[in-house]
């Protein structure tokens, strides 16, 4: 008699993959594994999903983001959610790298300590083309990594921005402002980035570039 064939929730709870290909995973591949929902989200919102293999080591980012690059399950991904998980820029440069990532549609790296050369990787990064939602908050962007997104050509789809939290200031907002590039953007988050000038803010409001954003929260 054949085996049933199991739905992706019944191989998310044991770690096994179809026609057992996953069923020799380590303890945090597993972790990974489990994670994927759907075959379409990543989800590892904190570090300490896997404090319970152990102790979370120092370069734990550099270590998820190499195990994600050569995790062959993440081909059918759309979503990646990799919150709170110290990336940093070596990290995401080893997931912009990756022969497995394909080009999702949402990115959410929030307190990743990516910092500006993590937001030129990602700007930079053809991988990342097809971004409709982009969530870089908590990252100590400033004005460089801020421009660096503003003038990105590959981000040209993005139509929901989050980088609150970061340090864009007055130089980062007319960056924005006046980019030729996002010009789909719907949804746009710069709180607590130090933008102080009524010009900057006003630059935001009637940007001529900006001409779909229908939420602006600046502060």
């Given at each position: ?17 179809y ?13 990974l ?20 293999t152990?102790?979370i080591e ?11 690059a ?12 990799l919150?709170?998980?110290?990336l940093?820029?070596d ?17 959410h ?6 910092g500006?050369?993590?937001a030129i ?25 801020t ?18 939290d970061?340090r ?52």
């Open positions: 008699m054949q085996d049933k064939v199991k739905n992706w929730e019944e191989l998310c709870n044991d770690g096994e993959n026609g057992g290909e996953g069923e020799n995973l380590s303890p945090k591949e597993k972790i594994f489990e994670n994927i929902k759907d075959k379409k989200v990543l989800k590892i919102q904190d570090a300490y999903l896997f404090s319970k152990g102790k120092d370069d734990h980012g550099k270590n998820l983001a190499k195990m994600i050569n995790f062959p399950f993440i081909k059918t991904i759309s979503s990646m959610i919150t709170h998980n110290q940093g820029p990290g995401m440069k080893i997931l912009a790298e990756s022969a497995y990532l394909p080009k999702i549609v949402d990115l790296l929030g307190s990743n300590n990516l500006d050369e993590g990787i990602i700007a930079q990064s053809e991988v990342f083309s097809e971004l409709v939602t982009l969530n870089l908050e908590c990252n100590g962007i400033t004005s460089k990594g421009k660096a997104l503003a003038q990105s050509s590959v981000l040209k789809k993005v139509e929901y921005l989050n980088l609150v970061n864009a200031g007055d130089e980062g907002a007319f960056a924005i402002a006046n980019s030729d590039n996002l010009g789909k953007l719907t949804y746009l988050h710069l709180g607590g980035n130090r933008v102080k000038s009524e010009e900057a803010k006003t630059a935001l409001k009637n940007s001529p570039k900006l001409t779909k954003l229908e939420k602006l929260k600046v502060f």
